[in-house]
């Protein structure tokens, strides 16, 4: 009798852990979302400055764009986790194994662990540039980096993954559609078989601002910002996507699983929507702007995931924290920013209330529909344990011992 109670309790232990694992994601908070912290700009507020501004939003996660060193020694002993980025230029210099780890000994080990180092990005959007011998330096250059940080013993606590363009698919509708450009088909395997091998994310660019500019009467403006639509339904799947992030995320999800790495996890490593542009460049609004960050954001705040993986939150980094008055090309790339380069606010998402939000504020109704699906998942998986609990107890009483 003893020994049947000792079994009892361990399996009650077992299922209340269970179950504390299953709700674990009303603790998150925002966890999953993080933001991208460019610095091309001449009017830029210096990094302690940007440490607060991270640290008033409640924001854990950033990415900048080099190892800028005085980031690195502002950010140091915050509660900031960051990704930095290797220049594309740098990419055939690093292909060196020693030449990486020189790298790494001086524009990482010198600041970590007191700054948060968790992922470098090699190089970005390599796969969809005209530079085809760039493309053929980016693998080798992420084994030498990762192997320089097993080197110095970092390798478990810093991931080395590269940003991709949406552009690396040819097919992205229905979302089970989704695959790679025939052209990539000798190296993508390659760079796979590394993210699967370090356990690494595949990083995507995703903007379906992007998608709207280029053909708005066909696509709907409620589908990419998130708002309330019918939106579209897999003929294959016949999973239902209520907005464009979520479909694209999904279709590099059946992108790289064709290649043979579905265990892979996808995460969205910019994404964003300008809030001025050039007469053609349509849709490019503060108002959208607002929606779109602001509906994304409470979206993060729901841990969501896509309908294809569910109950696996979905991490995004916002593009971006300040408009670059610095960068070339369109009015639109000018314009991605919450705030401008000294400080003052672009326009409202509600960041930091979305973050410190409790159960009577005005901000809590909002997400009234990303609580309750949280809420029913906790329920559903409480519902499941017990029953799993009374089972497995009948089965033990009728057991001798």
């Known amino acids: 009798m003893a020994a049947f109670f000792s079994r009892i309790e361990m399996l009650h232990m077992l299922i209340v ?30 990094p ?3 440490l607060d501004l991270l640290q008033s939003l409640k924001v854990s996660k950033a990415r900048i ?26 990419l055939g210099v690093l292909m060196d194994p020693q030449a990486a780890l020189q790298w790494v000994s001086t524009r990482i080990r010198p600041y970590f662990p007191a700054t948060r180092i968790t992922g470098i990005a090699v190089g970005n959007e390599v796969f969809t540039g005209d530079d085809t011998t760039l493309m053929t330096y980016l693998v080798p ?18 991931q080395v993954s590269t940003p991709n363009s949406l552009a690396v698919l040819s097919e992205s509708y229905p979302p089970s559609a989704g695959s790679f450009r ?9 760079f796979l078989q590394f993210l699967s091998s370090t356990k690494a994310p595949f990083w995507i660019n995703a903007y379906p601002y992007f998608a709207y500019k280029d053909d708005p009467t066909r696509i709907s403006l409620d589908y990419v910002l998130f708002n309330p639509n019918s939106g579209m339904i897999d ?21 790289v699983a064709r290649m043979g790495f579905g265990g892979l996890e996808v995460r969205v490593s910019e994404t964003g929507w300008p809030s001025k ?27 969501q995931g896509t309908p294809l993986r569910p109950n ?77 609990y009374l089972l497995a107890v009948q089965t033990l009483m009728g057991r001798p011992f």
């Open 235 to 255: 003929p294959y799947t016949k999973l239902h996507y209520d907005n464009m992030l979520y479909a694209q995320v999904d279709a590099v999800i059946f992108a």
């Open 141 to 158: 250059a992420m084994v030498s980096i990762h192997g320089a940080l097993v080197q110095v013993g970092l390798d478990q606590h810093i």
């Open 48 to 50: 302690e400055k940007v």
């Open 277 to 303: 542009g050039d007469p053609d460049e349509v849709g490019a609004t503060l108002e959208n702007a607002a929606i779109y960050n602001r509906n994304l954001l409470r979206r993060q705040l729901g841990n």
């Open 65 to 90: 764009y080099d190892t800028n060193p005085q980031i690195l020694t502002a950010f140091a002993n915050s509660s900031i986790q960051l990704i930095v980025t290797v220049e594309n230029g740098m």
């Open 312 to 388: 696996m939150r979905l991490e995004v980094y916002l593009f971006a924290l300040f408009n670059e008055d610095l960068k070339p090309g369109p009015t639109s790339e000018r314009n991605y920013g919450l705030y401008q380069p000294d400080g003052t606010m672009a326009y409202n998402v509600g960041l930091s209330a979305l973050s410190s939000t409790s159960s009577t504020s005005s901000t809590s109704v909002s997400l009234t529909s990303s609580a309750t699906q949280v809420a029913k998942m906790g329920y559903q998986n409480l519902v499941y344990w017990m029953f799993v």
């Open 182 to 190: 025939s052209e990539l088909a000798g190296i993508m395997p390659q």
């Open 17 to 46: 852990f269970s179950v504390f694992l299953s709700g674990s994601g009303f603790l998150r908070g925002i966890e999953s979302f993080g933001i991208n912290y460019g610095q091309v700009g001449n009017n830029l507020q210096p």
